[in-house]
């Protein structure tokens, strides 16, 4: 068995650098399209209506090797998972793969040292700061990878990976030793349950921050083409992951701490902050079908929603109380 | 902005060209913005997710004077909840930020006094605002209160609103959309068939229900059909809205009733009644520490025997994480510490006390622990001094105690001296005498009839949440037409944009289209099908019933 703090030396910063080259790789996909794209006839049955800009924008899409999210002409393609990148742009159809490689073998790196420390340590990455910033990390690139695979928006990792590498970086910094577990953190399977929706909670909630922020800046950073419309619903389908995972986390909590201090709501800083997160989210959700709500604000909201996560995060430093621990 | 401006196919021509010069996905909110696909007038119907948006406050017009409508009307707002939910967000915020106390100490005018001096050291001159605005107790401040009254009362509102008119849509769906609806609603789809439009209607029929759809026959047109999946998807968000409610009843529950105590147990030593007139006894017969080489602890162990009238009903090792749980009560290990026996006669010879007193305090200098019995009756009682943990400058012997015998009321000390367990002290006409030393453990006593509440609102908020957003409901509209010796079919469909409902669109549109496609036919007919995420024209694009047939 290896020994998980040796582990912690190589693997995170192998992890580091991996996500800042995938990083860079995708900030020169995508900001390397050009308007030479393929445009796509879109027929309708009053009659062809199209504009060039459309079709540039549902290029951008498909410049991805993606299948357009929107516009689609004829039968519904066989989703194919697998990168079609058009040709004449096989050399950022390659870079993407191995931006995409990079990501996901970070991801298995992290998923090997969490394993590791796991099985070490005979309880889940919950004890201090240093295993959930891991974790934290290995949340947002799954999420990453999945919105990659399933939507092909490659466009979020702009804002994604970086998140993604500071956390790493923190995690570097910090004691990565393995105390034993105070009483009250001894009850494994709760604790699990809680830090797991935890840190799928916050990993969804990072893409939709992601897609937020690039919805946002999308109208000045011209270059980068990712259609708005794509965007907030990439940003709207995360969050809608994000907020029953965050639901379910936070109900963990309070039976955690109903069997551990007999009550299951007792406003401790640390669960307070997360109930601001979560009534953000809702907001969000709210935000959509409340008029006039959409768009900018509703993406704002996003924004501010991962805000809170950190908040909640980091809040040891702010506040002390029950959680002082992770 | 400059985002792609496309004019939607589903914008009739009426509509003034310069439509959505606005970000899409922001559709702007004078009337222009209101191209709805085929609409004949209002809409009035649920339309799935996407709801009444427009129509919040504007459709329904109260009639003048009725101000609990009025009120109703502001309360079902999207808008008013929206920012309610939001003004709880920044609320709670500061409840982290800010340095909270509890209620009780507001209670107590010296408590009240000293823990406000203490904040103006951190806060400075804030401390008489955040006072004033009951910030250092948020949860408990009338403005919470108030606030988490309003989400409530909008969560009714919303909901009883929304509920006939959801009701309505999933029993009496729009099955009779005008023409114009399949020119204009955001999906559409087209399929040429070979079949006269009976058959190919015959068929389709039994494609949909093939596919779990239910379909209802336009009654108005033969060759016409309505088709839904997940319908009754929409009750999921209501469902969600009450256990939220639920919820809410839960901490109301918790707040105002059941048990709450923390009660000292000497390790060995007599049970002690718990709860109110609940008839049940605890006692400790055991306690251990575990703590590493380094001095972290790792374990506390409690030993509990609870009693109802003399006979054991429960017993456990009650640790951190392992509460006792007997009879709707809790048990759960809270503390421990020290506490001294002491025996104390008066001047009959009759014992005045015979106890455990948990040594509770710290003395100033942090050198000894320190508790307080009262001797019932005499204004007098009796503080031990133990030494602390560790410390060897108390000036007290290991193994030994001092005592003191005070006046309550004066606060005068009569006698302090050092004695030796087992050796009674004497003071005037009374004896005191310091037993022995005893482990306590602290226990706190949970009966919390809100929690069950608690429990069953979140499983069903939970629940509730999964299904409204993994079953969104799917409505399409179908109609066949003769064309030549075959038939066109036309689909339509009209829902907030979004690549997933496309592609179910498309997916079903392709499934149609495979139908017709017969192995004679050695091109078979591909589903003409044109939809895009495009500027929302308007959320609550339902179809509405042609006026005539
Ligand atoms: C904090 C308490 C609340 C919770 C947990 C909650 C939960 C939800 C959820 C999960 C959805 C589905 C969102 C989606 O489909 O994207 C939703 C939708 C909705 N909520 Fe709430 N909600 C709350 C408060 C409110 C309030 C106060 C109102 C009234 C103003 C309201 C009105 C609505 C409406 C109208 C919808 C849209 C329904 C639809 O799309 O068919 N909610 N809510």
Redesign the pocket.
Known sequence: MPDPLELAEYVLPAALILIAIALVANIVILSARRATAPGKVKVGPAGAVTTAEAANSDAALAADGAEPAAGVEGPPRAPSGTKTASRGRRASGGLAAYATGFVLIAFVLITVYLGVRMAATGHGPFANQHEFAVSFVWGILLAYLVVEWKLKLRAVSVAVLPVAACLTLYAMRLDAGVDPLVPALQNNLLLTLHVGFAILAYGAACVSFGAAVLYLVQPRWRRLKARPETLDEVGYKAA?VT?PLLTIMIVLGALWADTAWGSYWSWDPKETAALVTW?IY?AF??A??ARGWRGKRAAWLLVIGFAAILFAYFGNHFFGGLHSYA | MTAPIRLDDATPASTPANIPAVPPAVPPAGPAASPAAGLVGPANA?G????HGAHDIEAADAPPGEFFRRIYQV????T???I??LALAVLILIGALVVQTDASTYDDATAKAEFLAEMRAKYGGWTTLLNALGLFHVFSSIGFLVLVGL?AA??V??TTH?LPRLWEGFRHPKTHPSDQFFDRARYQAQVTATEPPSVATADVTNLLSRLHYRVVPDGANQQSLYADRFAWG?FG?VV??LS?LVILAAFVISASTGVDEVRSLPVGGAAVAVGHDSGLEIAATNFEATYSDAGQPLDYVSHLVVTRDGVTVAEQDVRVNEPLRYGGYKFHQNSYGLAADIKVTGPDGAALVDQSVPLQWTTTDGTAIVGTVELPGTGLAVDVFLPASGSTDSGIEPGNAVLRLVQTETGETLQMSQVQPGQPLAVGDYSLTFVRERQITGVLVRRDPGALWMWLGSIL?VAA?CV??ACRPRRYWLRITPAGTGATVRMASSDKADSAYQRHFNQLAAQISQLFAGPDTDSGPAPKSTSALEPEPEPDSEPQEATHA
Do not use: D, N, Q
């Not at chain 2, 799935?48 to 709801?51: A, L």
């Not at chain 2, 309360?75 to 999207?78: D, I, L, N, W």
């Open positions: 809608v907020f009534l809702g959700l709210h959509r079908v | 649920e799935g997710p996407g709801g309360f079902y707002s999207k008013v909840g929206l309610t939910i989400l909008s969560i509102a919303c929304r929409g968000t969600a809205h939220f908020l949440m409204t957003f």
